[in-house]
């Protein structure tokens, strides 16, 4: 007999716990401490793996609480997801990586600490088993779409077993990627598909939906605006 959505709920608040409790990377040395991010409930439909928490996040322990988590929200709320129906929010990694010693903003988790980090997210999204899976950025979209530049993946989706894949570039304030105006455009592209996929679970009505009301998302311009700065993250 399968789990009921209770069972499921109680055995993802349990996942979350052990993965708060996670010191891997800091056993492996690449970490001085750990704080793992992760935040969602099992009704969620659509998840959003992103590549690591930020500096931000390790002070509020919520997953895209700083800049570039407003800059998801106004790209969500394009898509006609509001902030009360945020989805399920993960990464290829939990914790803060600290700073790339180049400057370039965060430090991109090396292959070891995602390698580390992968049972998490696999047991993650085994549980929730969401409709949609967004992909933030470019580890993300290494993982689940293959090792191609942003541009070959955003603005397009895929469907695998049931489960809707579209990539997104990151929202870091950050990405530099999004000068480019095309690459824009790409943007939104991508966010016209995550506006269909949510409408789509609306009329399934199954479980937690993640559409803002009607009148709202329909009054949003569905177009990216230039990002204000870079920080070199994608
Ligand atoms: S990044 Fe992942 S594997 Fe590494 S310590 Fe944090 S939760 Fe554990």
């Known amino acids: 007999?399968?789990?009921?959505?209770?069972?499921?709920?109680?055995?993802?608040?349990?996942?979350?716990?052990?993965?708060r409790a996670c010191t891997k990377c800091v056993a492996?040395?690449?970490?001085?401490?750990?704080?793992?991010?992760?935040a969602g409930s099992i009704r969620d439909r659509i998840a959003i793996v992103g590549q690591?928490?930020?500096?931000?996040?390790?002070?509020?322990?919520?997953?895209f609480s700083g800049r570039s988590g407003a800059e998801l929200r106004r790209w969500l709320a394009q898509a006609g997801i509001d902030e009360d129906h945020l989805p399920y929010r993960t990464a290829i990694t939990k914790c803060f990586p600290g700073k790339s010693p180049t400057g370039g903003g965060d430090r991109r988790p090396s292959p070891t600490e995602v390698a580390l980090c992968?049972?998490?997210?696999?047991?993650?999204?085994?549980?929730l088993?969401?409709?949609?899976?967004l992909l933030l950025g470019g580890l993300a979209i290494d993982r689940f779409w293959g090792k191609v530049p942003l541009e070959s993946a955003v603005?397009?989706?895929r469907r695998v077993d049931g489960v809707t894949y579209i990539p997104l570039p990151h929202p870091s304030g950050a990405s530099r990627w999004?000068?480019?105006?095309a690459h824009r455009e790409l943007l939104t592209r991508g966010l016209a598909h995550v506006r269909r996929a949510a409408r789509a679970l609306d009329r399934q009505a199954s479980g937690r939906t993640m559409r803002a009301p009607r009148r709202t998302s329909a009054a949003l311009?569905?177009?990216?605006?230039?990002?204000?700065s870079a920080d070199g993250r994608r």
């Not at 930020?54 to 509020?60: P, S």
């Open 1 to 19: 007999m399968g789990l009921t959505s209770t069972d499921r709920a109680r055995t993802l608040q349990r996942l979350h716990a052990r993965i």
């Open 28 to 38: 492996a040395g690449y970490l001085e401490r750990a704080r793992p991010v992760v």
């Open 52 to 63: 690591a928490p930020g500096a931000v996040e390790l002070t509020t322990g919520q997953p």
């Open 118 to 127: 992968r049972p998490w997210l696999d047991q993650e999204l085994a549980l």
């Open 129 to 133: 088993r969401p409709r949609v899976i």
């Open 155 to 157: 603005g397009n989706v």
């Open 178 to 181: 999004l000068n480019d105006p």
């Open 221 to 228: 311009p569905l177009s990216v605006a230039r990002p204000k």
